[in-house]
């Protein structure tokens, strides 16, 4: 139960990377756009970097749909290869590692959008992306049943010492 639950929450992470591309930035009116952004019908146009390794199905979804520049090895991408793709890319999944600001910003002349696989941006500088006319957007509430569950399940261990009685058995 708790993979699938896993894979749900992945799916609802790529399903918003896609609907921030093909609907457009129109969800975000309060953006002052410096530059004319135009949405693009043809995904496969769109070039999209990944900050870094994917699971298997978000790899397949994002590549299938995209042209994706995704380092699938193990370890960090190295600088000088993710600088080559942010100066191409049009979109970037960021899993959040990485900080998204005006130095960033000035390596990715063409990006677009930022979809952030997390609940938390706080490594993305919001002022920074308004000014390039940079849509981000991040996962809200994909979270909420999971921790529900962690607090409701040590409120029952606690109260009935369910871990400790893991010693007697």
């Given at each position: 139960k708790w993979a699938v639950s896993c894979m749900k929450i992945q799916r609802w992470v790529f399903i918003l990377l896609l609907i921030l591309i093909i609907i457009g930035w129109k969800l975000f009116p309060n953006i002052n756009f410096q530059r004319e952004v135009t949405v693009m019908t043809d995904l496969k146009k769109m070039t999209?970097?990944?900050?870094?390794?994917?699971?298997?199905?978000?790899?397949?979804?994002?590549?299938?749909?995209?042209?994706?520049?995704?380092?699938?090895?193990?370890?960090?991408?190295?600088?000088?290869?993710?600088?080559?793709?942010?100066?191409?890319?049009?979109?970037?999944?960021?899993?959040?590692?990485?900080?998204?600001?005006?130095?960033?910003?000035?390596?990715?002349?063409?990006?677009?959008?930022?979809?952030?696989?997390?609940?938390?941006?706080?490594?993305?500088?919001i002022a920074a992306c308004s000014a390039h006319g940079?849509?981000?957007?991040?996962?809200?509430?994909?979270?909420?049943?999971?921790?529900?569950?962690?607090a409701y399940g040590l409120i029952l261990d606690s109260a009935r010492s369910i871990a400790l009685s893991l010693i007697h058995i």
């Open positions: 999209v970097a990944a900050s870094g390794k994917l699971r298997q199905v978000a790899y397949d979804i994002l590549n299938e749909q995209t042209r994706l520049l995704s380092w699938q090895q193990g370890g960090k991408v190295p600088q000088e290869q993710f600088d080559s793709w942010l100066a191409e890319a049009e979109g970037l999944y960021s899993i959040g590692n990485i900080k998204v600001d005006e130095a960033f910003l000035a390596k990715a002349p063409k990006l677009k959008v930022i979809a952030q696989a997390s609940v938390g941006y706080d490594n993305i500088d940079i849509a981000v957007g991040n996962t809200p509430g994909v979270l909420v049943d999971a921790v529900a569950d962690l």
